[in-house]
Nanobody
Framework: QVQLVESGGGLVQAGGSLRLSCAASGRTFSSTAMGWFRQTPGKEREFVSTITWSSSTAYADSVKGRFTISRDNAKNTMYLQMNSLKPEDTAVYYC????????????????WGQGTQVTVSS
């Protein structure tokens, strides 16, 4: 079992920055692939970024160059640094953990946090 708790969401003006954190517990964090997803009302949950146990990363085209994913295995924590935020980045952001597969599909992830709201005003 893996428990995930997100933090760091909030309200920010367009062009601003936020850093999301995802604290993990319950399983050896260093051997778990992690990801960030986001969801707006009425839409499917969409991939944002992923980081493997070896810290290889991938990003959605919509956030590439603006968002940076990282992990600190000593603290069992994953981060998402979000810069140059746009109103279209407004969503509930979820962190997720995968015990076996790596990728952009929600089905690959076994555990999910409760989500943190990010609102970007224009």
């Amino acid at each position: 079992q893996v428990q995930l708790v997100e933090s760091g969401g909030g309200l920010v003006q367009a062009g601003g920055s936020l850093r999301l954190s995802c604290a993990a517990s319950g399983r050896t964090f260093s051997s778990t692939a992690m990801g960030w997803f986001r969801q707006t009302p009425g839409k499917e949950r969409e991939f944002v970024s992923t980081i493997t146990w070896s810290s290889s990363t991938a990003y959605a085209d919509s956030v590439k160059g603006r968002f940076t994913i990282s992990r600190d295995n000593a603290k069992n924590t994953m981060y998402l640094q979000m810069n140059s935020l746009k109103p279209e980045d407004t969503a509930v952001y979820y962190c997720a953990a995968s015990t076996s597969r790596i990728g952009i599909l929600t089905d690959y992830y076994d555990y999910w946090g409760q989500g943190t709201q990010v609102t970007v005003s224009s």
